[in-house]
């Protein structure tokens, strides 16, 4: 039943390592995003997938990187893992805009800890 | 750039009062979404305003959009305990993107 998934829920490793976060949508959306919520809620976005081509790239370190196999599928690796990568990130996904909208609906969030 | 911006941040209420959370945005857009965000959850959806003069409602929740004063307003009637979370606002930039206010933590007190 669950709309949009993600894996694992939490995440705590140590600096250095390499990560990854997984995502799955059942909406039937072409559109797919990775945001990151900070300690203090401000959420961001980093990147979007549309029918799984990269459409929104924002200013983030080399070290994220995303990949989207599928329509339904939406990847998050992160390298050489930094303290300020500490946050919670969300999945979601839409409709194409012009299919009258950009309402998006989110994944549970990964709270990922790097010590 | 679109900036978004609410007030107040906080917000402590009394059961049973009225009060409006205002979200002012910096550009020219006719998409407005408000979300919920319950204490470690995720973000629900609450209000798909997109077009001027918008006026959505829900149960104790009223939200309405203003584009020529880009400002959208969300209402609460009467509050009640359960309403406790924190509300976002989020305006489509025109080019796919949501860029999201700072949110707006509500507390409703007995």
């Known amino acids: 039943d669950t709309a949009v998934s993600q894996t694992p829920k939490y995440l705590v490793t140590q600096m250095g390592n390499d990560k990854s976060i997984k995502c799955e949508q059942n909406?039937?959306?072409?559109?797919m995003y990775w945001y990151k919520q900070d300690s203090k809620k401000f959420l961001k976005i980093m990147f979007s997938?549309?029918?799984?081509?990269?459409?929104i790239n924002e200013t983030v370190p080399n070290r994220f990187s995303p990949k989207s196999p599928d329509k339904a599928h939406l990847n998050l690796h992160i390298n050489s893992l930094e303290l300020g990568d500490s946050a919670v990130y969300f999945c979601?996904?839409?409709?194409?805009?012009?299919?009258?909208?950009?309402?998006?609906?989110f994944g549970p969030g990964t709270r990922l800890t790097v010590l | 750039e679109l900036k978004v911006e609410q007030n107040p941040l906080f917000l402590s209420m009394q059961e049973g009062k009225n009060y409006t959370i205002y979200c002012n945005y910096s550009t020219t857009s006719d998409r407005l979404y408000w979300y919920r965000q319950d204490p470690g959850k995720s973000l629900e959806s609450l209000f798909v305003?997109?077009?001027?003069?918008a006026v959505k409602q829900e149960g104790r929740l009223m939200a309405s959009l203003d584009t020529k004063a880009r400002l959208s307003t969300l209402h609460i009637t009467a509050a009640v305990h359960d309403l406790s979370a924190t509300y976002f606002c989020a305006v489509d930039n025109q080019g796919g993107k949501l860029i999201f206010g700072q949110g707006t933590e509500l507390s409703v007190k007995p």
């Open positions: 979601a996904s839409s409709r194409t805009r012009l299919a009258g909208g950009n309402e998006q609906f």
């Open positions: 909406l039937g959306h072409d559109t």
């Open positions: 305003l997109l077009s001027n003069g």
């Open positions: 997938y549309n029918n799984k081509e990269l459409i």
